[in-house]
C-alpha cells in the first residue's frame, strides 16, 4: 500500500541501489520481516515479528540485502509534516565496519527530511548520529521485570479504562504533552492494548497504555502532569497485568525511577536521546513520562 512505500530521494539513494559487494538498498517490505527478526535477535533486542509488523505499518523503513540475507534495517516514523522519530537501526555485527550504519543512515534522512527527527541511540550509535548533526538532549532509562507485590488502580476514580470515544480527548492531550501529531501511532497502540484516562472534574489530564511487546508487555506512553500522575496510572495497568513481565522506558527528569526499581522493575539499560533539528513545541501542562517504545518514542 502507498503508505508503507518510503518517499526517497532517488538521486540520492535509488531503489535498488547496490554497492561492489552487491548488497542493495531496498524499501523496507513484509518480505523483509523474518531477516529484520534475526538482526533484532542477534542484538537481544526483544523485538516479536508483530513489533516488527506494527512498525512497518506506521512508517517507512529500509533493508540492505545480499543473495536474499538482510545485513540491515533503519526505519522512520512521520508525526505530521514536520517532525518524525526513527529508530531500529541495525546492521549485523559480521556486516559491521563496512559502512553500511552510514548507508543506512543518509537513505533515512534523505527520506524524512526536511522534519525534526528524533531517536534513542545507543551507545554504539552515538557517533554515527553525532556526524549526521543530530544533538543530544536526555537519557531514557529502561526498567523491566516482575512486579513484585500487588498493584490496586486507585481507589479515587481517578483512573478508569479508556472507551473508544475518548479517543480524541487522549490526542489532544498528547499532543499537547509532546507537540508531535500522532494520532495514527496512538491509534494502532490503543487498538492493540488497554488504555486507560486520569480524570478531574470530567476532564482528561492524563493516559497510559499497556500492551505485548517484546519479552511482555509495555506500559507506555505514560502522559500526566506529574509523577503522582504518572503512577496512579502506572499502577492501574500493572493491577490488570498481575505478575506478568513489564517494561517501561522513562526519563531522568520523571522521577519515577527510584518507584520502579522499588516494585521490581529494575533499570537495566540507557538510551540517549539525540535531535536533528529544532525540539517540537510541548504546550503543556501534560508532559510524557514513558514511552510508547524507544524508536516511535
Known amino acids: 500500500s502507498k503508505r508503507r512505500r518510503p518517499i526517497m530521494t532517488a538521486a540520492a539513494y535509488p531503489v535498488g541501489h547496490r554497492d561492489n559487494e552487491d548488497v542493495a538498498l531496498l524499501p523496507f517490505a513484509r518480505s523483509h520481516l523474518e531477516g529484520a527478526l534475526k538482526l533484532s535477535q542477534e542484538m537481544s533486542w526483544p523485538y516479536r515479528i508483530e513489533d516488527w509488523d506494527v512498525a512497518l ?16 534495517t533503519a526505519a ?6 514536520t517532525h518524525a522519530s526513527a529508530g531500529m537501526i541495525i546492521v549485523a555485527k559480521a556486516a ?5 550504519g552510514a548507508r543506512l543512515m543518509d537513505a533515512l534522512l534523505s527520506s524524512a527530511r526536511p522534519r525534526t527527527i528524533a531517536l534513542n541511540s545507543t551507545a554504539e550509535g ?6 549526521r548533526g543530530f544533538v543530544p538532549t536526555g537519557i531514557i532509562h529502561q526498567h523491566q521485570g516482575i512486579p513484585s507485590g500487588s498493584h490496586e488502580s486507585p481507589r479515587s476514580g481517578l483512573v478508569r479504562s479508556m472507551a473508544t470515544s475518548d479517543f480524541e480527548a487522549v490526542a489532544q492531550l498528547d499532543c499537547a504533552a509532546t507537540g508531535l501529531e500522532r494520532r495514527r501511532m496512538l491509534d494502532l497502540v490503543i487498538r492493540s492494548g488497554d488504555g486507560y484516562l486520569l480524570q478531574r472534574d470530567g ?9 505485548l511487546f517484546g ?8 502522559v500526566a502532569e506529574c509523577p503522582a500522575d504518572a503512577r496512579a496510572l502506572i499502577e492501574a495497568a500493572l493491577a490488570d497485568l498481575g505478575r506478568r513481565f513489564a517494561r517501561i522506558d522513562t526519563s531522568a527528569p520523571s522521577q519515577l525511577g527510584e518507584w520502579l526499581e522499588s516494585i521490581g522493575l529494575q533499570r537495566v539499560s540507557d538510551a540517549t536521546t539525540m535531535i536533528l533539528g529544532a525540539q517540537p513545541p510541548a504546550a503543556g501542562p501534560a508532559r510524557t513520562f514513558a514511552l510508547a517504545n524507544q524508536s516511535f518514542g
Request: proline letters at 4%.
Open 76 to 81: 522512520w516514523w512521520p508525526y505530521g509534516e
Open 203 to 211: 476532564i482528561a489530564r492524563g493516559y497510559a497504555i499497556s500492551r
Open 57 to 72: 505499518q506506521l512508517g517507512h523503513g529500509f533493508a540492505l540485502e545480499r543473495a536474499g540475507t538482510v545485513l540491515g
Open 215 to 222: 519479552r511482555g508487555h509495555v506500559i507506555g506512553p505514560v
Open 96 to 100: 559491521q565496519g563496512r559502512g553500511y
Open 126 to 131: 552515538i557517533t554515527l548520529y553525532r556526524r
